[in-house]
């Protein structure tokens, strides 16, 4: 069975203007690519994709297009993320499957890891995006997606779509 996990993608214009502001990354941090940027609704773990997506398609059912956008940049233990805001945001990634989650859902874009014991390496980068802000935009579909490692790495393939209405 493989990894899911339902998400939010970015418009490419919001992912050129986050690899604008970050520049050339470095400081040690492992950088995610651009072509994994997600914001992430509820994360499944190994599950069978059919049933998981009959899930999903009933819990979006008639769930309405939110409004997001990028921002500031946070850290987690060893994550640096720009913050997801939206006034419906969080209501979405429950109807997802979020509140099933032990800690609070935190709406985020995670650019880069680190290692937990050397937070430090992450302040150059909040610092410089602490200004940062995308511009708006309506998401009208959660994406499911699969995860697998090729290579060591993880490879994002979104195996199913699900409309919200505008």
Not at 34 to 58: F, N, Q, S
Not at 74 to 97: M, S
Not at 128 to 150: M, P, Q
Request: glycine share 10%; aromatic share 10%; hydrophobic share 40%.
């Amino acid at each position: 069975m493989p990894v899911l996990f339902s998400a939010l993608l970015p418009p490419e214009d919001v992912v050129e203007a986050v690899a604008e502001a970050l520049g050339e990354p470095g400081d040690g941090l492992r950088w995610e690519p651009p072509e994994r940027w997600h914001i992430t609704l509820a994360y499944y773990g190994h599950d069978d994709l059919g049933a998981r997506g009959a899930w999903l398609a009933d819990r979006l059912a008639g769930r309405a297009a939110v409004g997001v956008r990028l921002e500031k940049a946070a850290t987690f233990p060893g994550v640096l993320w720009l913050t997801a805001v939206g006034g419906e945001l969080t209501p979405l990634a429950h109807a997802a499957g979020a509140d099933a989650e032990a800690r609070p859902y935190a709406g985020h874009l995670t650019l880069a890891r680190f290692p937990r014991e050397e937070p430090e390496r992450a302040e150059r980068w909040t610092q410089r995006l602490s200004n940062f802000a995308s511009r708006s935009w309506t998401a009208t579909e959660v994406a499911l997606v699969t995860s697998e490692r090729e290579a060591g790495r993880p490879r994002y393939r979104t195996a199913r779509t699900f409309g919200l209405d505008g």
